[in-house]
Each structure stands twice: as structure tokens, then as C-alpha cells.
T-cell receptor, first 114, second 113 residues
Framework: AQSVAQPEDQVNVAEGNPLTVKCTYSVSGNPYLFWYVQYPNRGLQFLLKYITGDNLVKGSYGFEAEFNKSQTSFHLKKPSALVSDSALYFCAVRVSGGYNKLIFGAGTRLAVHP | DVKVTQSSRYLVKRTGEKVFLECVQDMDHENMFWYRQDPGLGLRLIYFSYDVKMKEKGDIPEGYSVSREKKERFSLILESASTNQTSMYLC????????????FGEGSRLTVL
């Protein structure tokens, strides 16, 4: 069965420091992986995706993610965190069979402190 | 800008009531989805639709039904609301060809008393 795990409920980072939000996956075949962000009282917004190609994927708002096939991971990163990055982050994997069905992780709350 | 609009941001209903949650998208997307969001569980897929009048069950369809009579509109129906359906409901849509890029509405927070 396909699944996504986000091992941390919350990540705390000081403003200006690098941040990492972790994600591991389990899929059969080649994974299609995604990161979404949810700001308070809002829907989710697409950040970036990995389909194929370069293992380092760049996305919106200065975020990037590194695909590691041997570790089955897709960690979200940013070199210098902003207070405005504080939000709920979801990792997702596309289910095989099409139709853009995604399985989401439980989410990680990122808190960036001034 | 793509817009996915959910008709109600907050609803309070009583056990046994019938509940309609409406979702409209303005980008001619083929696919539409209903997810439920609960703390610690992330998003779970209830139903999705890949074309008008077409629907497929997701991971947690029990207690829900859907309707898609027009391409832009996808409705979620709770025939007889129960307290365990208290949750945040998120509608999303996407092009069939754009892998994984879903556009979400702002959510409908339903409380069933």
C-alpha cells in the first residue's frame, strides 16, 4: 500500500536559520511526490513536486525539496526561514492509477520564531 | 487566478440532518475532489470525480455521497449527519494532465451537535 509519513508533528526554527521538514514515503514503482502548505484558516497551496529528473526540486517562496530514492525520503528545505513561513506543511504522494489522487501525510506544523 | 469556492465556511448542524457542501471551480478542471481534514490524520479522500456525472469512492466514503451535474460544481452530501462527521472539509480541483497540482478551496468547517 502507498503511504506517506511525516515523523515530526512540529518543527521549531529561529528566523534566519535553515529549516527542514521531513517526509518519507512508501510506493510501488516510481514515486510522484508533492509538498503543500496551509496557512491558518486557508486551504492548501501547492509548493513543489518531484516527478522525474534532478533530485533537488525548487518551488514557491524559496522552498526546495530533495528526493532521495535509497532513503525513500522527500524532505522540504529552506536556507533561511522567515516568520511568515509558519504554517502547516503536508507531504503527498500520487496514487497509481491516475486521476491525480493524492495520499497526504499527517502534516507538520512549522513555527518560526523571531 | 484559479478559484475554488466552497459555499459555506462554517456550518453547525444537528445529528440526523441532511447536509450539502457545495464547491465551484472556475478553471474548467476535469478532476474534482472532496477531502476531510482532521488533526493528526492529515487529509483523507472521501470521493472524487473525473468528469461530469462520474464519481469514484476514495478512502473514507461511508456516510457520504456526491453529485457532479455540471463540470464546475461538485457537491458533497451527508444524508444523515453524525457527530463523528464533525470536521474540516476541503474541496480541490485539477487538470487531468497536471500531475499532482491540486487547487484547494478554503474549507468548510462542519460541526454536528
Amino acid at each position: 500500500a502507498q503511504s506517506v509519513a511525516q515523523p515530526e508533528d512540529q518543527v521549531n526554527v529561529a528566523e534566519g536559520n535553515p529549516l527542514t521538514v521531513k517526509c518519507t514515503y512508501s510506493v510501488s514503482g516510481n514515486p510522484y511526490l508533492f509538498w503543500y502548505v496551509q496557512y491558518p484558516n486557508r486551504g492548501l497551496q501547492f509548493l513543489l513536486k518531484y516527478i522525474t529528473g534532478d533530485n533537488l526540486v525548487k518551488g514557491s517562496y524559496g522552498f526546495e525539496a530533495e528526493f532521495n530514492k535509497s532513503q525513500t525520503s522527500f524532505h522540504l528545505k529552506k536556507p533561511s526561514a522567515l516568520v511568515s513561513d509558519s504554517a502547516l506543511y503536508f507531504c503527498a504522494v500520487r496514487v497509481s492509477g491516475g486521476y491525480n489522487k493524492l495520499i497526504f501525510g499527517a502534516g507538520t506544523r512549522l513555527a518560526v520564531h523571531p | 487566478d484559479v478559484k475554488v469556492t466552497q459555499s459555506s465556511r462554517y456550518l453547525v448542524k444537528r445529528t440526523g440532518e441532511k447536509v450539502f457542501l457545495e464547491c465551484v471551480q472556475d478553471m474548467d478542471h476535469e478532476n474534482m475532489f472532496w477531502y476531510r481534514q482532521d488533526p493528526g490524520l492529515g487529509l483523507r479522500l472521501i470521493y472524487f470525480s473525473y468528469d461530469v456525472k462520474m464519481k469514484e469512492k476514495g478512502d473514507i466514503p461511508e456516510g457520504y455521497s456526491v453529485s457532479r451535474e455540471k463540470k464546475e460544481r461538485f457537491s458533497l452530501i451527508l444524508e444523515s449527519a453524525s457527530t463523528n462527521q464533525t470536521s474540516m472539509y476541503l474541496c480541490a480541483s485539477s487538470f487531468r494532465s497536471r500531475t499532482g497540482e491540486l487547487f484547494f478551496g478554503e474549507g468548510s468547517r462542519l460541526t454536528v451537535l
